[in-house]
């Protein structure tokens, strides 16, 4: 089984808000710093958010005060909640797990936006 899922991506027209999840199994979130990447069609992927295992959280200024990143220790999950969606948001969302031992990715979730 994979250790993390992602979950909730879909199509959404621009202004509206959809909310990522991401559900670990085999690891335990609060020992990790958990982050939501993006990857765009040929672009880099790129850091949009992560919380670290104090609780800290720190964003892209591409999406500072729109996107929200969350966890539920009890539910070993991971949220993105993202409003006010942007055309330029739309890319694959990918979970991404580090420790500074061990690093694990989800197989990511699309998002597309439309204008």
């Known amino acids: 089984q994979e250790p993390l899922v992602e979950s909730g991506g879909g199509l959404v027209q621009a202004g509206g808000s959809l909310r990522l999840s991401c559900a670990a199994s085999?690891?335990?979130?609060?020992?990790?710093?958990m982050g939501w990447y993006r990857q765009a069609p040929g672009k880099q992927r790129e850091l949009v958010a992560a919380?670290?295992?104090?609780?800290?959280?720190n964003y892209a200024d591409s999406v500072k005060g729109r996107f929200t990143i969350s966890r539920d220790i009890a539910k070993n999950t991971v949220y993105l909640q993202m409003n006010s969606l942007k055309p330029e948001d739309g890319a694959v969302y990918y979970c991404?797990?580090?420790?500074?031992?061990?690093?694990?990715w989800g197989q990511g979730t699309q998002v597309t936006v439309s204008s």
């Open positions: 919380i670290t295992r104090a609780g800290a959280t």
């Open positions: 085999g690891i335990i979130i609060r020992f990790f710093t």
């Open positions: 991404n797990a580090y420790s500074g031992v061990q690093d694990y």
